[in-house]
Each structure stands twice: as C-alpha cells, then as structure tokens.
C-alpha cells in the first residue's frame, strides 16, 4: 500500500500559485519525499525530491514540515500545462521500487 | 535526466495473440529496469523488477508466465504480454534508474480486441 495520502483533486487558476499537500505520517528516517506528475497518456516526470530540508529547483518547491509527516509541493506560477495527476511518494534512500498511490489530479483553468 | 523509450508506442491486437513491448534506456546502462501497468482513471501498478542477466521479480498478484520479461542488455528489457485478452488492455510503462535518479518511458497502450 502506498505510504502517502493526498486530496483526490484540486483546481488552480492560472498564473496563482498551486499547493498541492501530502500526508507521510509513517515516513522512516532513510525515507526521502519524491513528487512526480503525470500528464494524460504520459509517462510520469520526476518534478522534485527532498530528505527534510526544504527544496527548489526550475519546476517546484518542495516544503517538508519539520517533523516530516507532511509536504507540500509548490508551483509558484501554474499554467494550463500543468495540468496533471501528482504523485506524493516516500521511498528509501536507494531505493527505486516506486509504488504509487492516487495522486491529486490537478486541474489549471484559465 | 536519463531518456527512456518505448517501442511500439501504441499497439492494436487480436485476443489470443502476444505481444511485445520493448524499453530502451537511451543514455546510459540500467541494471534495473521496472515494468508497471495503468487501467483507465487509475494509479500505476507495479508489475514486476527486471534485473539485466537474471529472472524478472513479479509483485504478488501478477502471472509471470502471461508477462515475460527479459533484460538481455544493460540497455533493453522487453515485456511480452502471452496470449492476450481483452482484460490485458492497458497502459504499460516502464522505468529505468540511473544517477541516483528513477526515469519513466513515455508509456505504450496495448488494445486487444
């Protein structure tokens, strides 16, 4: 079973900010916090990972709450190709057998 | 990040017949490779682990002898999908990892009809 919990959708206007939250109340010490999304009939894309700092990169920011027992993925200027399904996992530090859970499907309108 | 391919990308077949779907790691060696499954409106399933110069890991649930897996080369694992019914109708992606990282292919849609 996946590890995670997330909001089964969520809308976002375009150009506002999306937040989109994940639950890992059972998150391990060795375990990092991987988002990946998936646009319709793709395969999915790496977007952002992090242990407990928090992270940014060209795509995202990743906010992990200090206990660890949740995050929040950031894009800070959503357009309607962001539009997607958003994976929330948690895996072991070498680790790549990835199990996904349901995802927050995303919905960017203009 | 590392190019995964997918070939066919998309495939029509008769019930009963196999088919093949072939994974190509482009840019770099991948000793494992992934192979998950995606039904209409759902989350991906892990199928099973493919590992280059051994037997593929099957996740619980999945009949290893109806999905063939082969990883001959550091670069190409093949899914063969035996005698397939319509039930087989799926989205089937795999994955490769590599720099520390885990990469998708861009997925092939297998219709049997």
């Known amino acids: 079973d996946a590890k995670t919990t997330q909001p089964t959708s969520m809308d976002c206007a375009e150009g506002r900010a999306a937040n989109l939250p994940c639950n890992h109340s059972t998150i391990s010490g060795n375990e990092y916090v991987y988002w990946y999304r998936q646009i319709h009939s793709q395969g999915p894309q790496y977007i952002i990972h992090g242990l407990k700092n928090n992270e940014t990169n060209e795509m995202a920011s990743l906010i992990i709450t200090e206990d660890r027992k949740s995050s929040t993925l950031i894009l800070p200027h959503a357009t309607l190709r962001d539009t997607a399904v958003y994976y929330c996992i948690v895996r072991p530090t070498g680790g790549f057998k990835t199990i996904f859970g349901a995802g927050t499907r995303l919905f960017v309108k203009a | 990040g590392a190019v995964v391919s997918q070939h066919p990308s998309w495939v029509i077949c008769k019930s009963g017949t196999s088919v093949k779907i072939e994974c190509r790691s482009l840019d770099f060696q991948a000793t494992t490779m992934f192979w998950y499954r995606q039904f209409p409106k759902q989350s991906l399933m892990l199928m099973a682990t493919s590992n280059e110069g051994s037997k593929a890991t099957y996740e619980q649930g999945v009949e290893k002898d109806k999905f063939l897996i082969n990883h001959a080369s550091l670069t190409l694992s093949t899914l063969t999908v035996t005698s397939a019914h319509p039930e087989d109708s799926s989205f089937y992606i795999c994955?490769?990892?590599?720099?520390?990282?885990?990469?998708f292919g861009p997925g092939t849609r297998l219709t049997v009809l």
């Open positions: 994955s490769v990892t590599g720099d520390g990282e885990q990469f």
